[in-house]
């Protein structure tokens, strides 16, 4: 299945996609939320939809998209995953998973604007994997691991560097501003990814190609991310968890390149879809 959430922000209503198309799910009286991946949610609304089939509405490709899942109890992202992205930085290549977190308030739908946070200089750009958790994991054995993940979503990781590194602390503080977490367009789950592993990842800023790898160049794999996380915190159903990025950042460039006010960032990854974002300046509303 693919999932997708649809309308205005903060009152999104599930939907699927089906044979390319967007229907609305809101009948089946679920968000896609920690309650319904822990309730067995994927299967009991593939029973709904076979049995509503043919009688769905359909929804309008001029609607907005949401967040494909939920906001979760946390977003859980990995640092420096892929070996050429922690050369272009000057980090040393990581013996374990760099852990750090964006703020839940930073999700955002697929399409929305990026807004520059107040006094930023230095907005970048991260075309990721994420994958969602399916049920509770503490202490999981790798050989386990993706019986525990719900599916897979492509994830703008926005991060502003100055805020990242230049001003003491961890890396949160540059990850987890408003508009930081553009997720979607949908969530894949397993059975519609023939190799996650081997997946073309791509994003363009001004129809400028940065970023253009392979999920194959991951150093750490999923099922060793699940195992990993779980010794360290419990990870609850609808938790995402992004993978990293791929060389092309703005902060690898000499010299750097950031986003500024009117910049068009379009990504996406195989078999996963696409998401376009405009940068806009913050403004108080």
Same mark, same amino acid.
């Given at each position: 299945m693919k999932l997708i959430r649809f309308g205005e922000f903060g009152k999104e209503k599930p939907g699927v996609i089906i044979e390319g198309k967007r229907y609305d799910a809101s009948g089946f009286g679920e968000d896609y939320n920690e309650q319904f991946f822990e309730n067995d949610g994927l299967n009991r609304l593939?029973?709904?939809?076979?049995?509503?089939?043919?009688?769905?509405?359909?929804?309008?490709e001029e609607v907005r998209l949401g967040s494909c899942v939920?906001?979760?109890?946390?977003?859980?992202?990995?640092?420096?995953n892929f070996a050429d992205h922690a050369r272009e930085t000057g980090a040393a290549i990581p013996q374990e998973p760099i852990i750090f977190? $964006?703020?839940?308030?930073?999700?955002?739908?697929?399409? *929305?604007?990026?807004?520059?946070?107040?006094?930023?200089v230095k907005t970048d750009w991260e075309v990721e994997l994420a994958f969602v958790i399916g049920k509770k994991a503490q202490y999981v054995d790798e050989?386990?691991?993706?019986? #525990?993940?719900?599916? #897979?979503?492509?994830?703008?990781?926005?991060?502003?560097?100055?805020?990242?590194?230049?001003?003491?602390?961890?890396?949160s503080k540059g990850k987890g501003c408003d508009t930081f977490a553009p997720m979607g367009p949908f969530?894949?789950?397993?059975?519609?990814?023939? *190799?996650?592993?081997?997946?073309?990842?791509?994003?363009? !800023?001004?129809? $400028?190609?940065?970023?253009?790898?392979n999920t194959d160049q991951l150093i750490f794999?999923?099922?060793?991310? !699940?195992? #990993?996380?779980?010794?360290?915190?419990t990870l609850l159903p609808g938790d995402i968890i992004s993978t990293g990025t791929p060389p092309g950042v703005g902060l690898g460039f000499n010299p750097p390149i950031y986003l500024k006010e009117g910049d068009v960032v379009e990504?996406?990854?195989?078999?996963?879809?696409?998401?376009?974002q405009v940068a806009k300046n913050w403004s108080r509303n």
């Open positions: 593939a029973t709904w939809i076979e049995s509503n089939q043919g009688i769905l509405a359909e929804v309008s939920a906001r979760p109890s946390k977003i859980v992202c990995i640092g420096l977190f $964006k703020s839940t308030t930073a999700l955002s739908g697929p399409n *929305d604007d990026i807004i520059i946070p107040r006094n930023s050989s386990e691991a993706l019986d #525990y993940v719900a599916g #897979y979503c492509l994830h703008n990781d926005v991060s502003e560097r100055e805020f990242q590194i230049e001003r003491g602390g961890n890396w969530l894949a789950t397993q059975d519609e990814i023939e *190799d996650i592993n081997n997946l073309k990842m791509w994003l363009t !800023v001004n129809g $400028k190609t940065f970023q253009n790898s794999k999923i099922p060793t991310l !699940v195992s #990993y996380l779980s010794q360290f915190m990504l996406g990854i195989e078999n996963l879809g696409s998401s376009k």
